[in-house]
């Protein structure tokens, strides 16, 4: 192999193994799985082209690259989103066979995968969310993320201060274990099914919402639906108004959802839960966010 070739098998093989983290660092800021794989291509066209004597830490400079351009694409989402048709939420993605989006062995990485989560750094400014996946999911000093960003040290422990308590404020923390989880989703799916809406609603929190999120391309409710009762209700007339549909149970950003096809449309629905009863439901109905984990088989 030549001294050229050699050199650009080394860097494949640097980007290759970076590659997960940068996804993962791109979907937790942007929430659409689609748009983190595009700003990790451009990350390697950047990549493919600089003056490596000018690098000294590859792994920081690819991070900063992808922070940056996935910085640029939410200040761009953001503008998108006053025309989205009814709720917005993240786009759904399978994580049991494999982990495409780095890593999720903490219970930070894993929380921070979680559409829930994801759901709720929405509503942070850019430049606190960056910091707060930075720091939560990927335990980045503030010193190098002050580097990433452009701005003090100081300045990024307030963005992060700040950032938490907005997520603190916007949740209920409590750990579910992922057995009983599990557990409520399918003893949900089989209420839904057969429409024993008194079984469903006992699964169900009072105060449960449930969002949907269609995008304007297929029918569903255009605002998010609040109460036990309301819910069941919408639930059981979804599902009875589809002659055929297949259900599974899988693995949705870490945590136990449901892959539903309903007259030939994928769709997700998963599942935030607190003290054994569902609080939340993201329902994906969207077919611009399912292109990515329909199944093949």
């Known amino acids: 192999m030549s001294e050229p070739d050699r050199r650009v098998n080394d860097d494949v093989t640097e980007f290759q193994g970076q590659r997960a983290m940068l996804v993962g660092i791109a979907y937790r800021l942007l929430g659409s799985f689609a748009d983190a794989e595009d700003v990790?291509?451009?990350?390697?066209?950047?990549?493919?082209?600089?003056d490596r004597q000018t690098i000294a830490s590859p792994g920081h400079f690819l991070i900063t690259v992808v922070t940056r351009l996935s910085i640029d694409r939410m200040r761009l989402a953001h503008r998108r989103r006053e025309t989205h048709v009814g709720p917005w939420l993240p786009e759904p993605v399978l994580t049991e066979v494999g982990q495409p989006l780095g890593p999720a062995e903490t219970a930070a990485q894993r929380d921070t995968l979680s559409l829930a989560m994801l759901r709720l750094l929405q509503r942070?400014?850019?430049?606190?969310?960056?910091?707060?996946?930075?720091?939560?999911?990927?335990?980045?000093?503030?010193?190098?993320?002050?580097?990433?960003?452009?701005l003090s040290e100081a300045h990024a422990r307030q963005l992060h201060r700040r950032g938490t308590d907005h997520v603190a404020a916007g949740r209920k923390r409590f750990t579910v274990d992922p057995g009983k989880h599990r557990d409520l989703v399918e003893r949900f799916l089989i209420a839904a099914r057969t429409g024993e809406r008194d079984a469903l609603e006992g699964l169900l929190a009072h105060?449960?919402?449930l969002w949907n999120d269609s995008g304007g391309k297929v029918s569903a409710a255009l605002r998010p639906v609040f109460g036990a009762d309301r819910v069941s209700r919408l639930v059981i007339?979804?599902?009875?108004k589809h002659d055929s549909a297949e259900f599974r149970v899988v693995e949705l950003n870490g945590e136990t959802g449901l892959l539903m096809c309903l007259s030939s449309r994928w769709q997700t629905c998963s599942f935030e839960v607190t003290e054994g009863l569902i609080t939340g439901l993201q329902w994906m109905a969207n077919p611009d966010k399912l292109d990515h984990l329909t199944p093949t088989e």
């Open 40 to 50: 990790v291509q451009e990350a390697w066209l950047r990549w493919s082209t600089v």
């Open 124 to 150: 942070l400014s850019v430049p606190e969310r960056a910091v707060f996946v930075l720091r939560e999911a990927f335990e980045l000093p503030y010193m190098e993320i002050s580097g990433i960003l452009g």
């Open 207 to 209: 105060d449960v919402t």
């Open 237 to 240: 007339g979804t599902l009875a």
